[in-house]
DNA sequence: GTCAGTTTGTGAATGTGAACACAAGCACGA
DNA sequence: TCGTGCTTGTGTTCACATTCACAAACTGAC
């Protein structure tokens, strides 16, 4: 079933088969099939195989799926295929966590620059990244970065993402729990960590409150 | 329209409303309509208005909401009414900007107690919290905590897990980029930050790559 | 009391994603 | 060449969420 639209849904679940796959290869693994793929992601076997569907026939019936070329094709299709550069905008206690964070290599990605506003930070070097003057965000374009994650504190976010719309950035990674506005040529996806927290306990309904139970049970887990 | 089922996905926004109600009733409002809350938090009013209305008759015709009756509500609804004490394991990098985020504070949730298994953390005092030995998860239910934030490498993950849930934590919101399955009355919410920065390129269809631009446009902005 | 201006609450229509069942297709052995 | 067992691909059905349009209800002025 070619030519047809990828729901957004399923753009969410590529990431995650992505790096099934690649342990799987990585364990040696040639073939796989949804179910086995299935088991180890968690997410329903027909699920998946629809998901593959929308790209392409890349299975063969009664094998299943050949990892590397699905691999390459998921690559291509979340265009990890060339190496991402992002920079990392804040780099308070959240923003030098990201700088040592390790899971983006897997996917292609690295911070290869950072910037803050405060003096006493401009100039030190965290995890082999020097980090720069904000005034320096206008040169990114010219220097290839297409990513950025925003770190900063909620009240510099919007004026943040203004500079960084204005110097070329694509795609921005925002943690700054408030709402931006930003050009449509640019993609933001914001990451609350807080709000996150605050949705957990309405699942924890045997509390001593005297509260109806008015939703269901807990459905066992959610993703991102 | 009460006795009505509260979609997931409202449950998703409500964290959202509540922190756009209590800035604005900080700011001296006692009503606010749906439009214009619906400006401040990047939701359209029919959507708010709809989302109110799953619990209760909160509106008033030709006046708004009014915002303290309403604040009250959706915390007792998200159960966030009762101050909620959350535990952090893992205290690296990740853990310790998460010891010192300040956005908890506003939704009433706080971290009290914070673990680790390397003997050189253990006995640190990481923002006015002391790092115990991760044998003492054991004891949160009688020290009354419930939520749980994990941040451990992603290989402890599953055996993390496995302890809470056997400590009585209801509520775990997890940081490792791994599958990870929890008896039902668990509830998990994975927040997997590569997988959130890998899914960007794909909104950049603009790139030097052939490929052809499959989906639309990039849809503006999206929340978490 | 009436009228104009606002704003909520909600039924209906539309859009989107998940679940399911099963035919189609491949490998392998006899 | 045929039959068996396995796995994919997909049409259909169902469930859920969003959007829209509008009647109902409230305020305040005159």
Not at 123 to 136: A, K, T
């Amino acid at each position: 079933m070619r030519y047809h639209r990828i729901p957004d849904e399923t753009v969410r679940r590529l990431p995650i088969y992505l790096r099934g796959l690649m342990i799987s290869a990585d364990q040696g693994y040639e073939h796989i099939s949804s179910q086995f793929l299935a088991d180890f992601v968690g997410v329903p076997s027909s699920q998946i195989r629809k998901d593959f569907s929308y790209f392409g026939d890349f299975g063969t019936r009664g094998v299943g799926y050949d990892i590397g070329k699905l691999v390459r094709e998921i690559k291509k299709i979340l265009r990890l295929d060339a190496a991402c550069k992002s920079a990392l905008i804040g780099v308070g206690d959240l923003g030098s966590a990201l700088l040592a964070y390790p899971g983006f290599g897997a996917y292609g990605l690295a911070i290869v620059a950072a910037f803050d506003v405060d003096p006493q930070r401009i100039g030190q070097i965290v995890n082999g990244i020097r980090i720069e003057d904000s005034s320096r965000i206008s040169e990114l374009d010219r220097r290839g970065i297409t990513l950025a994650i925003v770190a900063v504190p909620w009240a510099a976010a919007q004026s943040t993402i203004d500079r960084l719309a204005e110097a070329g950035i694509r795609g921005i990674l925002n943690f700054a729990p408030c709402r931006i506005v930003a050009p449509r040529r640019v993609k933001v996806i914001t990451l609350d960590i807080a709000m996150e927290l605050a949705r957990l306990p309405y699942y924890m309904p045997a509390g001593g409150s005297n509260e109806q139970p008015i939703a269901g049970g807990s459905p066992q887990q959610e993703a991102s």
